[in-house]
């Protein structure tokens, strides 16, 4: 081909059409440029083609960390819920305002204090952020991760709270009461890798001596106070992770159609 074009400029040149050859000449030059131009678009299209492919594939590894992490959300939130509603009702119990028969007292006792941690997955979101990746996304769905984040970090500040709640006296009352109404949670027997232990006898209550200890007003106080940071973690799920992750999975879910 460009020695079909110099032939061309050769003959013009030995014939001596100079104005046909300028012309020429330009037009060869326009040419050229039109095809850069051309291989410049072809190659930015490409680009545009890698980059929206890899931000596909990443809006869809958010996804699936989301959906983790709704699932942990769903199944978190339901058993704390269990917990605090047998939490309230002994609460209701202490003042006198509900009647709990002796065998679900020690039942409901032992069934207040949700023992499973929360694990949220942040490995994709946080891969992104150091890789610069994040910045591929559109800014709502950077806002609403970012806010998740947020959310997470505000949450776990109340997850803290909670585990110092018992370390709060010196003298272990906490842990002292917590033992006397069998408050330890049951473990189910497929977790079981050791004997239970047994409740010490000295924590041994009658059925009497158990209602009136539930019923009295320092009891009340402390348990009250477990009771809220609990409550408190289950509206921070229900209101707060889980809606904002429910919302980021409906956007993106959007954003990929």
């Given at each position: 081909m460009i020695k079909f074009f110099r032939k061309i400029r050769y003959d013009l040149m030995k014939q001596n059409k100079t104005s046909k050859y300028f012309k020429y000449a330009i037009g060869e030059i326009i040419l050229v440029v039109i095809g850069i131009l051309i291989a410049l678009q072809i190659n930015n299209w490409n680009e545009d083609r890698k980059l929206e492919h890899s931000k596909h594939k990443l809006m869809l590894a958010l996804k699936n960390e989301l959906v983790s992490n709704k699932n942990e959300l769903d199944n978190y939130q339901l058993g704390i819920h269990k917990s605090n509603s047998k939490f309230n009702k002994v609460l209701l119990y202490s003042v006198g305002d509900y009647y709990i028969p002796n065998d679900s007292l020690k039942y409901y006792l032992s069934e207040m204090i949700y023992g499973r941690t929360l694990l949220i997955l942040n490995s994709v979101q946080e891969e992104a952020i150091n890789s610069g990746k994040f910045e591929m996304l559109s800014d709502s769905l950077k806002q609403n991760l970012s806010i998740l984040k947020d959310y997470t970090n505000s949450r776990n500040t109340i997850s803290d709270r909670s585990a110092n709640m018992f370390n709060l006296d010196n003298d272990n009352e906490s842990v002292n009461l917590m033992a006397r109404?069998?408050?330890?949670p049951v473990i189910p027997d497929e977790f079981l890798n050791h004997p239970l232990i047994?409740?010490?006898?000295?924590?041994?209550?009658?059925?009497i001596?158990?209602?009136?200890?539930?019923?009295?007003?320092?009891?009340y106080l402390t348990l009250n106070k477990i009771y809220l940071i609990y409550a408190a973690d289950e509206v921070w799920i229900k209101y707060g992770l889980l809606r904002r992750t429910n919302e980021t999975i409906a956007l993106i879910d959007r954003e990929l159609k």
């Open positions: 109404l069998y408050m330890l047994p409740t010490h006898p000295e924590f041994l209550l009658s059925d001596e158990l209602s009136a200890l539930v019923k009295d007003p320092e009891t």
